[in-house]
């Protein structure tokens, strides 16, 4: 298809050379024989012998001249559409299902621009699938383990190799609760993508400081059976924000601090009003995190103790859809940590003053 476009640009480029030469080399052949014959007195025969002369002349810097442009204009026109080619042959082999290698270009032109563009979507679409794949591998990965749990227990049950009881029944009850979890977090995680198409998704004014003592309520209970005391300590302040999205975040960094609290002291729940964000931190002992783990604990269906995780009924999703949710809101999650006292904390914007 390029190298198409390139011959009916090089035959539109000829012709019309061709056209402006001849043109020209008539004006110029008719304007010089005019001159010669009426301000010279040459004699018939010397000035026939111009006009041949000067014919051939023309007739030869014309051609030269038809043949130098159209050889510079196809090989200028071919440089310049090699990276269409390229592109062509890529766009192909990226139709036919396989990723191919990104294009090299020195150009900052338009058709610069193009590939530069195009290279950055082929690392994007190339990007997405291994976090595609990798997310199927993890789902596949994670279901394995607890529906071979239930199905081994059934079968045993159906013939009569285990008998039933109550201990037997709970633990497939509590299997069968993590997929259940698992399933509704990742529709939650599918509800948030589809949230951030939305131009404007729900949002509302929300007192930050209730939203903390109501999170904390949540987990009365468990605190109070698990002897962990939590300090508050938040400055005031409103937010324009999606109020079960953000206590969604709350509740999950809650129920992480608890869940992996190891050591003593209190879980301290504190919020500062900075000059143009709010900072919200939830901090605690708990088990170690190593550097490497520190770097991709927000990553979907990360887990630092895959065994320890299955134990306590983590999916490794808590982490991923608060940062999903905080990345809506156009602020940030982070985690400070010396290995075994982490700070998870997020930032929002603070609603603009009219």
């Known amino acids: 298809m390029a190298t198409q476009l390139l011959w009916r640009l090089t035959i539109t480029n000829i012709i019309i050379i061709s056209l402006f030469i001849l043109l020209s080399g008539v004006a110029v052949y008719q304007s010089a024989c005019f001159l010669v014959d009426r301000i010279t007195d040459v004699g018939t025969a010397r000035q026939l012998s111009f006009n041949s002369t000067l014919f051939q002349y023309l007739w030869i810097s014309s051609f030269i001249a038809i043949v130098a442009g159209s050889l510079m204009h196809y090989f200028m026109m071919k440089r310049m559409m090699k990276p269409i080619t390229e592109l062509t042959r890529s766009m192909k082999s990226l139709k036919d299902g396989s990723y191919p290698a990104v294009l090299e270009t020195n150009s900052k032109d338009e058709i610069g621009q193009l590939v530069e563009h195009y290279n950055e979507l082929i690392i994007l679409l190339r990007e997405n699938e291994q976090t595609r794949n990798k997310m199927l591998t993890d789902m596949a990965h994670e279901l394995r383990t607890p529906l071979s749990n239930i199905n081994g227990y059934l079968e045993g049950l159906s013939k009569g190799v285990i008998e039933g009881s109550p201990e037997l029944y709970r633990s497939l009850h509590l299997e069968a609760k993590r997929i259940t979890n698992m399933m509704q977090q990742l529709h939650q995680v599918k509800e948030w993508d589809s949230l951030g198409e939305q131009p404007y998704p729900k949002r509302e004014m929300v007192d930050i400081k209730e939203l903390a003592a109501n999170g904390v309520n949540l987990f009365e209970w468990e605190l109070s059976n698990q002897q962990i005391d939590v300090v508050c300590q938040l400055d005031d302040g409103w937010l324009f924000i999606h109020r079960e999205g953000i206590q969604q975040v709350?509740?999950?960094?809650?129920?992480?601090?608890?869940?992996?609290?190891?050591?003593?002291?209190?879980?301290?729940?504190?919020?500062?009003?900075?000059?143009?964000?709010?900072?919200?931190?939830?901090?605690g002992p708990g088990s170690f995190i190593s550097e490497?783990?520190?770097?991709?604990?927000?990553?979907?269906?990360?887990?630092?103790?895959?065994?320890?995780?299955?134990?306590?009924?983590?999916?490794?999703?808590?982490?991923?859809?608060?940062k999903e949710i905080i990345d809506q809101h156009k602020g940030t999650l982070q985690l400070a940590t010396d290995g075994f006292y982490h700070t998870f904390y997020f930032t929002l914007p603070l609603p603009k003053r009219i």
Do not use: D, H, W
């Not at 809650?254 to 050591?263: D, E, K, V």
């Not at 209190?266 to 931190?281: D, H, K, N, P, V």
């Not at 520190?294 to 979907?300: L, Y």
């Open 250 to 283: 709350l509740t999950n960094l809650l129920q992480n601090a608890i869940q992996y609290y190891q050591g003593k002291g209190a879980i301290e729940i504190t919020g500062e009003r900075l000059e143009s964000e709010y900072r919200l931190a939830v901090s």
């Open 292 to 322: 490497e783990n520190q770097s991709a604990i927000f990553e979907r269906f990360y887990r630092i103790e895959a065994s320890r995780s299955r134990e306590t009924g983590g999916s490794g999703l808590g982490l991923a859809i608060s």
